[in-house]
């Protein structure tokens, strides 16, 4: 069987295997339609930047899930949220957020603790613990989940979410060896206090651990994300590791 990413803008991907479309992240709005993440340490400008790519209505058209890792609205936004609430698409989050999303008229079918296996299309699922920035700045960034997911007959597709490098990422590579990991690589920083997401030497590390192939997202689409998928090809054809990474453009897709 094969499996298709469709890589949509910044964290927003679709999963697609057989008649399954996971959509992952949905931040649907068109460009400048959110206040800037940062005011002072990069540009201020409008959220997100760019707008989502032509092909993506027909690819929305199909989602049957979505996957939420967490709350900020680069993650879901207002758009994504009335997509999910008219589609009736059944939505799978972490346990921390269920309250929230129903309140905001989601449907959940499944809301997941941390390391704990649940079944899901045949195949599994797990919530993966994140850490969203180094630092006290984690703890105002709130709850965040990865997720690995196993579909039957598929390749196993590890979700980091936007995540530092932990031990817990650590442990996902090492003894779950997902096939595919996609990775949040913007290095994303606020005004103040220390990056949201791993830094340039913690991602060359992550990837030389990954067991099998890497996606790279939450590139250029946010004002708060310096690192740029020029930057981030630079850095791993110093390391030798241009083989192991995929940098979509918006909108492009690979099967696996």
């Known amino acids: 069987k094969v499996m298709k990413i469709h890589h949509l803008r910044n964290a927003t991907f679709v999963i697609e295997s057989g008649a399954t479309f996971i959509l992952v992240d949905p931040m649907l709005g068109k460009k400048a339609t959110q206040p800037p993440f940062t005011l002072f340490r990069f540009k201020p400008k409008k959220n997100p930047l760019v707008d989502l790519p032509q092909n993506s209505d027909e690819i929305l058209q199909k989602v049957t899930h979505c996957f939420i890792t967490h709350l900020h609205p680069d993650h879901l936004d207002k758009d994504a949220e009335q997509f999910l609430k008219e589609k009736n698409i059944p939505v799978i989050c972490s346990n921390n957020d269920i309250k929230t999303l129903q ?97 340039i030497q913690d991602l060359i590390k992550c990837i030389k651990m990954t067991p099998g192939k890497v996606i790279a997202n939450h590139l250029e689409a946010l004002n708060h994300c310096p690192t740029t998928r020029n930057q981030l090809q630079q850095e791993l054809q110093k390391h030798q590791l241009l083989n192991k990474v995929w940098i979509p453009n918006d909108g492009e897709s690979l099967q696996y």
């Open 103 to 199: 309140k905001r008229g989601l449907t959940i079918s499944n809301s997941l603790n941390y390391w704990k296996e649940t079944s899901f299309l045949k195949g599994k699922i797990i919530g993966i613990p994140a850490v969203h920035g180094y630092g006290f700045i984690a703890k105002p960034m709130g709850n965040v989940m990865g997720f690995y997911l196993q579909l039957p007959n598929e390749k196993s597709i590890y979700i980091t979410a936007d995540t530092i490098f932990t031990s817990d990422v650590e442990k996902v590579l090492t003894q779950l060896n997902p096939e595919i990991t996609v990775l949040a690589c913007g290095t994303a920083q606020l005004d103040f206090g220390k990056p949201l997401l791993m830094t």
